[in-house]
C-alpha cells in the first residue's frame, strides 16, 4: 500500500539543486507539508552512480531519509536526445562538470549534434524525463515518472528555468522552456508531470 503524508508532516527534499528545491516547494505548497531541504540538515549529496533515472532518484531519497529519520522526495531527471541514444539522460548533471556549467553542456551538446549532422534547423527530438522517489523510515521507495517531449534549438533562448532549459521548445509552444514564465514551465514540465502522479498517490488533499 503506498505510503501516504498527512498535513503538518515533515518532508525532506533530497535534492542540493536550487532550482528543483524552487520548482519542488512552488508544487507542494498547497498540500500543507512542512518542506526542508537536505542540504539545511546537513545531509551529504550522494554521489549518483546509479545507471537509471530510478536508481538515483531511490539512491538519493534512501540517503536523506537514513540521516534524517523522515520521509525524502527525490528527483533524478535528465534530458534525452534522441540523435545521441538518449544522451546525456543520466549523465545530464555530470556535463556540465562540478561547477554546474550548464553553458558548457550545452556546447558540447551542439557540437555533438553536429559531428552527427544535426543542427538547430534540423530540431532534433528530445525529451525531459523525471523520476521522483518517495522514501519512509521503513524502508518503502515508491516512485513516479514524468517525460515531456520537443526539440531542440540552438543558441540558447532566454534565462528563466535553469538545466538545458534555453534549449529545449517543449512539443506546441513557440517559447523555450528558458524564455517561459516559471509558472508555465512548471505546470507542463516533466517535474509537473512525475509530481501529478506522486500527489495523487501520497499528498493529503488541497488546502
Known sequence: MAARLNAGDKLVLASHNRGKLVEMR??????????VAAGDL??????E??????????????????????????????????????RPGVHSARWAGEGRDFGAAMARLEKELAALGGSSSDAPRAN??????????????????????GTLT??????????YDPIFMADG??????EMDPKVKEAMSHRAAA???????CLPPQS
Do not use: H, M, W
Open 42 to 47: 546537513g545531509v551529504p549529496e550522494p554521489e
Open 154 to 163: 540552438f543558441p540558447p533562448r532566454g534565462v528563466n528555468g535553469f538545466g
Open 195 to 201: 509530481f501529478g502522479k506522486f500527489a495523487q498517490s
Open 128 to 149: 525531459f524525463t523525471c523520476v521522483l522517489c518517495l522514501a519512509t523510515a521503513d524502508g518503502e521507495a515508491q516512485l513516479f515518472e514524468g517525460k515531456v517531449f
Open 173 to 178: 509552444q513557440t517559447l523555450a522552456f528558458g
Open 26 to 35: 512552488a508544487l507542494l505548497a498547497p498540500y500543507r507539508i512542512e518542506i
Open 49 to 86: 552512480t546509479g545507471e537509471t533515472f530510478e536508481d538515483n532518484a531511490r539512491l538519493k531519497a534512501v540517503v536523506s531519509t537514513f540521516a534524517t529519520g523522515l520521509p525524502a522526495l527525490a528527483d533524478d531527471s535528465g534530458l534525452e536526445v534522441e540523435l545521441l541514444g538518449g
